[in-house]
Antibody, heavy 120, light 107 residues
Framework: QVQLQESGPGLVKPSETLSLTCTVS????????WSWIRQPPGKGLEWIGY???????SYNPSLKSRVTISVDTSKNQFSLSLSSVTAADAAVYYC??????????????WGRGTLVTVSS | DIQVTQSPSSLSASVGDTVTVTCRAS??????LNWYQQKPGKAPNLLIY???SLESGVPPRFSGSGSGTDFTLTISSLQPEDFATYYC?????????FGQGTKLEIK
């Protein structure tokens, strides 16, 4: 059974860097694309970006200047770094498995999500 | 960015009803449209991909249709577990923008 599990601090200070890791079990991280998606409390979903095991990435232009997604194939993990956070970055952060090919792109498996609060 | 607009934003229905949720894209996206269900406190769950393909394990009372700019999610014979929030997502290009959601409530 494939599972994704987010981990990282639940509280980040304004102007600091948010760092989260997604650990994949039951599937090789080298077989798919992997995304980060966030959801502010009570609001909708926003795709942050994805990474392929090779290190190839794509980011949401609205966050591109502050986002880095990286992969560690030896640990079957991928990570999110979001710099210079503000209150607007407070959200539940999800990691997800992408299915990406000719004619399709969708998220078929999600982690449970982790709530990140931004406060001093 | 391609914008996707869902309607209605909320919907009341009874068990056994058939309901339809609509998603409209700001530009043609062929059939690059996915539907997700989200229950309170849970991660979204994929229902439909590529506009009309049913994800494995999803009950056949869920169906999707459309292409270009206009899409629909239909839920037939509503069950108690179907009351949730539904999101569409365009996957024609990045960023894969989501609709604002449709909350389906029990009447």
């Amino acid at each position: 059974q494939v599972q994704l599990q987010e981990s990282g601090p639940g509280l980040v200070k304004p102007s600091e860097t948010l760092s989260l890791t997604c650990t994949v079990s039951g599937d090789s991280i080298s077989s798919n694309y992997w995304s980060w998606i966030r959801q502010p409390p009570g609001k909708g979903l926003e795709w942050i970006g994805y990474i392929y095991y090779s290190g190839s990435t794509s980011y949401n232009p609205s966050l591109k200047s502050r986002v880095t997604i990286s992969v560690d194939t030896s640990k079957n993990q991928f990570s999110l770094s979001l710099s210079s956070v503000t209150a607007a970055d407070a959200a539940v952060y999800y990691c997800a498995r992408d299915r990406l090919g000719i004619g399709y792109w969708y998220f078929d498996l999600w982690g449970r999500g982790t709530l990140v609060t931004v406060s001093s | 960015d391609i914008q996707v607009t869902q309607s209605p934003s909320s919907l009341s229905a009874s068990v056994g009803d058939t309901v339809t949720v609509t998603c409209r894209a700001s530009h043609s996206i062929d059939n690059f449209l996915n539907w997700y269900q989200q229950k309170p406190g849970k991660a979204p769950n994929l229902l439909i991909y590529a506009a009309s393909s049913l994800e494995s394990g999803v009950p056949p009372r869920f169906s999707g249709s459309g292409s270009g700019t206009d899409f629909t999610l239909t839920i037939s014979s509503l069950q108690p577990e179907d009351f949730a929030t539904y999101y569409c997502q365009q996957s024609y290009n990045t960023p894969g923008t989501f609709g604002q959601g449709t909350k389906l409530e029990i009447k």
